[in-house]
């Protein structure tokens, strides 16, 4: 299968060795009270990828593709969260602490679900991750390996924090990446955009971005 319209240069993929990765997806990114909203962030901007998501992980379903949901996550005891992580920047909330959608970033808690619209199905994975790239202390790439996965299309938030760095960790492990660029977004659209650049320059130095239709176009087309 190929997506001719992929930036910089066609994408081709099979299906069989290819999952749709959804990151973070989660209440906690998407919807007041939660993490991202207590980093002092407009979270109404992040909802607007919800329906392409929707439309995407509806085809890829329907083609039979492996689905990975991701989450950050924390231990209920943070022992998975370095000061590192936990004390950076200003936050009006720190990860552990009680909000309004329970404890910040931790697994489990209202807020660290996926937001229905997404909600996994049977046979999907769903890999809780405590830092920003998923394969940090998952044991996702030996999941994928298992499987015969190759390629990886890629949707979630935010564009430039752990749907970047979750790229760059599969670049580095061998993976041909695709990010959709209509089912990612940052609190900062300019960094959206800016990443999008940094990934697929150089030759695809990163990776591939396409938009959602080509995807839907190209599974339409092989059935
Ligand atoms: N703050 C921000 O933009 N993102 C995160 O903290 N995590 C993810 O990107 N999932």
Same mark, same amino acid.
């Given at each position: 299968?190929?997506?001719? @319209?992929?930036?910089?240069?066609?994408?081709?993929?099979?299906? @069989?060795?290819?999952?749709?990765?959804? #990151?973070?997806? @989660?209440?906690?990114? #998407?919807?007041?009270?939660?993490?991202?909203?207590?980093?002092?962030?407009?979270?109404?901007?992040?909802? !607007?990828?919800?329906? !392409?998501? @929707?439309?995407?992980?509806?085809?890829?379903?329907?083609?039979?593709?492996?689905?990975?949901?991701?989450?950050?996550?924390?231990?209920?005891?943070?022992?998975?969260?370095?000061?590192?992580?936990?004390?950076?920047?200003?936050?009006?909330?720190?990860?552990?602490?009680?909000?309004?959608?329970?404890?910040?970033?931790?697994?489990?808690?209202?807020?660290? +679900?996926?937001?229905?619209?997404? !909600?996994?199905?049977?046979?999907?994975?769903?890999?809780?991750?405590?830092?920003?790239?998923?394969?940090?202390?998952?044991?996702?790439?030996?999941?994928?390996? +298992?499987?015969?996965?190759?390629?990886?299309?890629?949707?979630?938030?935010?564009?430039?924090?752990?749907?970047?760095?979750?790229?760059?960790?599969?670049?580095?492990?061998?993976?041909?990446?695709?990010?959709?660029?209509?089912?990612?977004?940052?609190?900062?659209?300019?960094?959206?955009?800016?990443?999008?650049?940094?990934?697929?320059?150089?030759?695809?130095?990163?990776?591939?971005?396409?938009?959602?239709?080509?995807?839907?176009? !190209?599974?339409?087309?092989?059935?």
């Amino acid at each position: 299968m190929r997506i001719e @319209q992929a930036n910089p240069f066609a994408y081709e993929f099979e299906v @069989q060795n290819t999952a749709l990765v959804l #990151i973070d997806m @989660q209440r906690d990114f #998407i919807e007041p009270g939660g993490f991202g909203e207590t980093l002092g962030n407009d979270v109404s901007l992040l909802e !607007a990828i919800v329906p !392409a998501t @929707q439309a995407a992980l509806a085809a890829w379903r329907k083609a039979g593709g492996l689905v990975v949901h991701t989450r950050e996550a924390h231990k209920a005891d943070l022992s998975d969260c370095p000061p590192a992580k936990r004390n950076r920047g200003n936050p009006s909330l720190r990860i552990g602490d009680e909000g309004p959608m329970g404890r910040i970033l931790v697994a489990g808690e209202p807020g660290n +679900q996926i937001i229905d619209a997404l !909600a996994p199905v049977d046979g999907e994975l769903v890999i809780d991750k405590p830092g920003k790239g998923m394969f940090h202390a998952t044991g996702l790439h030996e999941l994928l390996q +298992q499987r015969g996965i190759t390629h990886l299309l890629f949707g979630g938030v935010t564009t430039e924090v752990c749907v970047q760095t979750s790229m760059r960790e599969a670049n580095d492990r061998g993976y041909d990446g695709l990010l959709l660029e209509d089912c990612t977004e940052s609190y900062f659209p300019a960094f959206k955009a800016a990443t999008l650049d940094m990934i697929r320059a150089q030759g695809a130095i990163v990776g591939w971005t396409a938009p959602s239709a080509a995807l839907l176009a !190209a599974l339409n087309n092989a059935t």
